[in-house]
């Protein structure tokens, strides 16, 4: 059984500072991991995804996010927060080859202060 | 964004009311989901279908049929709904495979009154 862990359900910064959102995950296989924003009455849109190439990933709107097997971890981060960020996050983890089931977590609701 | 669509964007029904939501994705993809979300709760998949064959069911009330009739189509038929399934119901598509992202349509809001 694969599982998601959202750290934080809400995190507040100030814009142009760091963001950090953290995600831990569990997975009998190796996994293929997306983050996903959601913005007010919206779906959600694929920020970026690991599917085992590089570890670390570049997504858009300045997004990245790192693979770390040894800490089953795959938090997402981007240096400079802007006023748009503020939005909520999800980090999912699907099975891999094995199937097309995403786990979402929690989510992590980002305010952006100015 | 437009690849996958929902109608209606709101509804309000009844617990004695029968209803449908409709999802349409323009994407090409082959396989579609049913999400609920609820606030404070994860996002809870409902339904999968891979080449329009129900492959998924996460244990969802009976109250809840799905439809998919074709790769591009999808719907939720409703019917004596209780107050707790007011949540946004969203829909997805993507290819076949844990490989691919989904794509996700704006959801639809239902209240059950």
């Known amino acids: 059984a694969q599982s998601v862990t959202q750290l934080g359900s809400h995190v507040s910064v100030s814009e142009g500072a760091l963001v950090l959102l953290r995600c831990n995950y569990s997975s009998s296989v190796p996994p293929y991991l997306f983050w996903y924003v959601q913005y007010p009455n919206q779906g959600l849109q694929l920020l970026l995804k690991y599917t085992s190439a590089a570890t670390l990933v570049k997504g858009i709107n300045g997004f990245e996010a790192e693979f770390k097997k040894s800490e089953t971890s795959f938090h997402l981060t981007k240096p400079s927060a802007h006023m748009s960020d503020a939005a909520e996050y999800f980090c999912?983890?699907?099975?891999?080859?094995?199937?097309?089931?995403?786990?979402f977590g929690g989510g992590t609701r980002l305010m952006v202060k100015p | 964004e437009t690849g996958v669509t929902q109608t209606p964007r709101h509804l309000v029904m009844g617990m004695t009311n029968k209803k449908s939501l409709k999802c349409e994705q323009h994407?090409?993809?082959?396989?579609m989901y049913w999400y609920k979300q609820s606030a404070k709760k994860p996002l809870e998949l409902m339904f999968v279908?891979?080449?329009?064959?129900?492959?998924e069911n996460n244990s969802v009330p009976s109250r809840f049929s799905p439809e998919c009739p074709n790769s591009s189509h999808l719907f939720l038929h409703l019917h004596t709904l209780q107050p707790e399934d007011s949540a946004l119901y969203l829909c997805?598509?993507?290819?076949?495979?844990?490989?691919?992202?989904?794509?996700f349509g704006p959801g639809t809001r239902l209240t059950v009154t």
């Open positions: 999912a983890v699907s099975e891999g080859n094995a199937g097309n089931m995403l786990t």
């Open positions: 997805a598509s993507s290819q076949a495979g844990g490989l691919y992202e989904q794509y």
């Open positions: 279908y891979n080449f329009k064959e129900q492959t």
């Open positions: 994407l090409g993809h082959n396989a």
